[in-house]
Structure formats: C-alpha cells, structure tokens
C-alpha cells in the first residue's frame, strides 16, 4: 500500500503533471476573463451569460474553439488532481493545525477546478449549454429546500460562499496572494502583477459574496428560481442604483483577476 502511495506521490509531483498544471491556471484565467468581459457587456445593456458556462460558450466560438476546449479541459482536470495531490500527500511537516487547514484549501481548490473541467468537457463533447449552471443552480435549490434540514444547508452554503468571498477580498487587500508566487524581479512588473492580483481578487470576492448572499435570500424568501448562481448575482448587482457603473468596475476587476491568473501559470510557486 505505502509503494503504491508513493508511487501515485510521484506521478502527481511530475514535471509533465507541474506543466499541465500551469496551464490550468491560464485556462481558469482566461475564462474569468471573458467572464469580465460579458458583465461589461451586460452593463452596457448587451446579452450574455456571465458565469463559467457562458464563458466557455465563448471560448467555444473562438477560431479552433474545440482544440482549446479540450486543451482547457486537459489543463484543469491537471490542475485539479495537482491540488488534489497536495492535500492527500502535502504539508506533512507543518504543525497539525496549518497542515488541515492548508490541506483544506487544496481539496477546495481540487473541486472547484475539477468543475471547471466537467464543464469544459461537456463543452467540448457539444452536451453542454450557456444555462446549464443557471439551471442546475435553480433546481438543486429547489431539490434542497423539499428535503429535510435542506433549508439550513443551503443557508450554510450561501453564508460559506460569501465568507468565501471576503477572504479573497481580504487577501487581495492585504497581498497575501504574494506569497503563492515566485515575484519577478523588475519593480515596475512586480508593481504590475500587485496591482491586477489586489484588484483582481477584490472583484472575485465582490462577486463571491454577491453569490452567496443571493442563495441565502433566495432559500431565506423561498424563491429557489432566483438562486441562479453568479450571473444571477452580477444581473441582480446591475439593478441596483447606480449599478450598471459597479457591474462595469467588477468587470473589469474580473479581467484583471483573468490576466493574474495567465501571470500565475508563469509564476506560482508549485512545490510545497
């Protein structure tokens, strides 16, 4: 059993594996991007969905769309067992407290990306669609609030994304995100990269939280068809006051959240 950990330990720490990791964080980058670009869209009254599924519809359009779905796909999935590695095999020498919590942190980081590569995937394979996650974010609230203790999970997982939330958009503040890269040594790039991760995490975390808190509403009023996920989240930002200015600055918060990723792939630091 201990020589097949090991050996599973040394696929997933390869430099092959390392590579394809990279590049999931160029492909998660480029998708924030274009997620950036449709919520512009949107605020200047042009259609669109602003989530991950509408983003790789997107990328769908683009010339050679199905090469760079598969190739997206191929980067995550790479990407998602390169985190999924680090919280089974990682941070053993750390004390027992910052050993769970950043072994947590990767097996979240492992889901999310391991998302965005089934939703590539069903790109790719053409059984995808633009509202899928709408949809599906729709019925699972629905699903839930019927079932037992359904109300309060999804009350939790409102509350849990949002906390999410504000985390990045602490980090983003504080540029804690620094340490997570190996920074160039040019001032003015190193500047450039501090500038697009600060202003790029505080736009994810405004949208994290604007996500979280409209699952929560939503089950609270029990109206489970406006629990849509975050283009429910940005639309709803775009009908407050003033808010087709605000949804234009998360926009282009999220570009710049895009770019830090594209930088990331280059920069990250990958061993632990």
């Not at 359009?61 to 997206?72: D, E, K, R, V």
Request: hydrophobic content about 50%.
């Amino acid at each position: 059993m201990r020589q097949a950990a090991d050996a599973a330990e040394n696929v997933t720490n390869s430099r092959t594996l390392e590579l394809l990791a990279r590049a999931g964080f160029a492909a998660s980058g480029i998708l924030h991007l274009l997620v950036g670009a449709i919520a512009i869209r949107l605020a200047m009254g042009g259609s669109g969905n602003a989530d991950i599924s509408g983003a790789v519809a997107e990328l769908a359009t683009q010339p050679a769309g199905p090469f760079l779905l598969w190739a997206s796909f191929a980067a995550c999935a790479a990407l998602a067992l390169w985190q999924a590695s680090d919280a089974i095999f990682d941070y053993s020498h750390l004390p027992t407290k910052e050993k769970a919590k950043n072994k947590g942190k990767a097996a979240a980081q492992a889901f999310v990306y391991a998302g965005l590569a089934l939703t590539l995937l069903a790109f790719a394979r053409g059984t995808g669609s633009s509202g899928d996650n709408q949809q599906k974010a729709s019925d699972l609230t629905a699903s839930l609030m019927k079932a037992p203790g359904g109300v309060a999970l999804l009350v939790l997982l409102g509350a849990a994304i949002a906390v999410t939330g504000v985390a990045y958009g602490i980090r983003g503040i504080r540029k804690s995100f620094e340490k997570q890269l190996r920074m160039p040594a040019s001032q003015m790039t190193r500047k450039a990269v501090t500038v697009l991760g600060v202003t790029g995490y505080v736009a994810k975390g405004i949208v994290l939280l604007l996500t979280g808190l409209l699952i929560a509403i939503a089950t609270l009023q029990a109206h489970p068809e406006e629990s849509t996920g975050l283009d429910g989240a940005l639309r709803a930002l775009r009908d407050q006051p003033f808010g087709v200015y605000v949804l234009a600055a998360v926009g282009a918060g999220l570009i710049c959240y895009g770019v830090y990723m594209v930088v990331r792939a280059r920069l990250a630091k990958m061993t632990k």
